[in-house]
């Protein structure tokens, strides 16, 4: 029987009510998923920042996605950037990568002791190569100091790409990918080929995470959540957020407005797609992230919850930034 909102966040695991701000320290083998930015793009929030999010697990951190602002959320959690081993990305756009050039630049400046490992979607190795070219003139200059060494920012990064369907071991755990439908490129075309929007599942050796990054409704992410304990799904009020880019950019040229409406009705999840991809796939629990619509205390906000509820009847939350679960 479907349960009534009020009932179904008094179902919440105490492992989702977590309270915001810095994440205390805990046992290094309890893992934990910590939505460090939660504000989806394009338009900037004073409240939340944009996607990124770290995973803890057997005292090692890992960061999944990357977007503006990733370096300073680290620092509110209490994890300093040279301790993060390995970044996961799920796409390209700039809200999930533009916190990259920071985490590189301050790894560089702290002289992180490991070479950070960057998996992600065709197109990555040229994103950090990019990202290392445009390092070069604050280390050649360093700290203005003649004779000084300078560590090669090149030497500390090292990047795989990753395509439909491909597996990684890393650490004791399992990660796979599955290209989802954030993108829509004719099949067989150059674009197809040469791009990727991946969401991405976690097996760690106490249960399973299921990060969706930016999709629209999917049968391959479907499959890929199948029986996850957490699902860490996008979720988007597409009327708002359309509503709010216009007031933002007025004079946006026809053609890239109707561009970018096409993409955020097309490959984007709403409420009920979050709840239909729930109940499918038979997962444990939501975390709702890339969250862009009605904040706290607006009765619309409810009304995601009840729409995800029409379809799930487990434990859902709107995640905050610096939320574990």
Known sequence: MRRSLFLLLLALPTALLAAQGPAPERPPQEDRWITLGTRGGPIASP?????????????????????????????KA??????IQAVFVSHLHFDHTAG???????RWQTNAPNRLRIYGPPGTAALVDGLLASMVPGTTAGYGV??????????QVEVTELRDGATVALDGMTIRARSNSHYSFAPGSDLAARYQS???????????????????????????????DLLVAEMMDVEDTIAKVRLASPDLDPRAAA??????RNHHLLPG???????QAGVGAVVVTHFVGAET??????????????????????ANDLEGF
Request: aromatic share 4%; charged share 15%.
């Open 297 to 318: 205390g607006s009765p619309a906000h409810l009304a995601y919850l009840r729409e995800i509820a029409e379809h799930y009847d487990g434990p859902v939350v709107i």
């Open 259 to 264: 561009g970018m409406e096409a993409h955020l």
């Open 78 to 83: 209490g994890v300093p950037a040279n301790r």
């Open 100 to 106: 990259l050039a920071g985490l590189l630049g301050l």
């Open 146 to 155: 003649p004779g000084t060494p300078q560590a090669d920012p090149r030497g």
């Open 47 to 75: 409240i939340r920042s944009q996607p990124a999010n770290l995973l803890l697990n057997g005292g090692r951190a890992y960061l999944i996605d990357a977007g503006d602002g990733t370096a300073g959320q680290l620092a």
């Open 273 to 279: 797609d979050v709840g239909r991809l729930a109940a």
């Open 198 to 228: 991946l969401s991405l599942r976690f097996d760690l050796p106490g249960r399973s995470i299921v990060y969706t990054g930016d999709t629209g409704p999917s049968a391959a992410v479907e499959a890929l959540a199948r029986g996850a």
